[in-house]
């Protein structure tokens, strides 16, 4: 049972455009939401993230949101540059006693093109 | 860089070995996991531990085992390889929560894992 979801296997997008990557989650004990970005024979890397208690956060060119009500997170970049052709995954932590476990969706891979 | 080192970045082996792969940190975090990642899955936790000699299991834990013996090393086993066991494994650590919040992970650069 995947508590989380990214739909879109793939997507792709001029430079200078907006890219929406989307993410599902089910489980309504998620309070935390991050981002991450992977690059082909690298680790993930952190990107953006956003807590339970806001539903819009900001960090240049990246910006997340967050639908409590529908259980729904989105990564917009604006604007797109080919640099950020990568695979991204969402990720989701849940209050308590968690271990600070992240639960990853099944990522989308982000081409830009120039 | 980041702290963290993987080893080996690559390994082939044959069904039924033992293999054993290696976390590094220097970053003196409490946390670590390993997670394993295949096309369509994305990243499934496999164990993780919350400080030295104290593991636990993720959701894809059967046919591995950990041991973390100090605080920057963690040893992900796979007691005797199979071939649904070739994959990306990756190692993340985090300093978990400060304040209330959590800080994420740092990943490590990957093994690439395949049996045959």
């Known amino acids: 049972d995947q508590q989380v979801k990214q739909n879109s296997p793939s997507l792709s997008v001029q430079e200078g455009r907006i890219s929406i990557l989307n993410c599902d989650y089910t489980?309504?004990?998620?309070?935390?939401f991050l981002w991450y970005k992977k690059y082909p024979a690298e680790g993930p890397t952190f990107l953006i993230s956003i807590s339970s208690i806001k539903d819009k956060n900001e960090d240049g060119r990246f910006t997340v949101f967050l639908n409590k009500s529908a259980k729904h997170l989105s990564l917009h970049i604006v604007p797109s540059q080919p640099g950020d052709s990568a695979v991204y995954f969402c990720a989701m932590l849940a209050g308590g006693t968690s271990y600070g476990k992240l639960t990853f969706g099944q990522g989308t891979i982000l081409t830009v093109h120039p | 860089d980041a702290g963290i080192t993987q080893s080996p970045r690559h390994k082939v082996t044959e069904t039924g070995t033992p293999v054993t792969l290696r976390c590094h940190q220097t970053?003196?975090?409490?946390?670590m996991y390993w997670y394993r990642q295949d096309p369509g899955h994305g990243l499934r936790l496999i164990h993780y531990s919350y400080g030295v000699k104290d593991t636990d299991k993720g959701e894809v834990s059967d046919g591995y085992s950990v041991s973390r013996s100090k605080t920057e090393d963690f040893l992900l086993t796979l007691e005797s390889a199979t071939s649904s066991q070739t994959s990306v494994y990756f190692c993340?650590?985090?300093?978990?929560?400060?304040?209330?919040?959590?800080?994420?992970?740092?990943f490590g650069s990957g093994t690439r894992l395949t049996v045959v």
């Open positions: 993340a650590i985090s300093k978990g929560e400060t304040g209330g919040r959590n800080y994420g992970y740092t």
């Open positions: 489980n309504s004990m998620f309070d935390y």
């Open positions: 970053e003196n975090h409490r946390y």
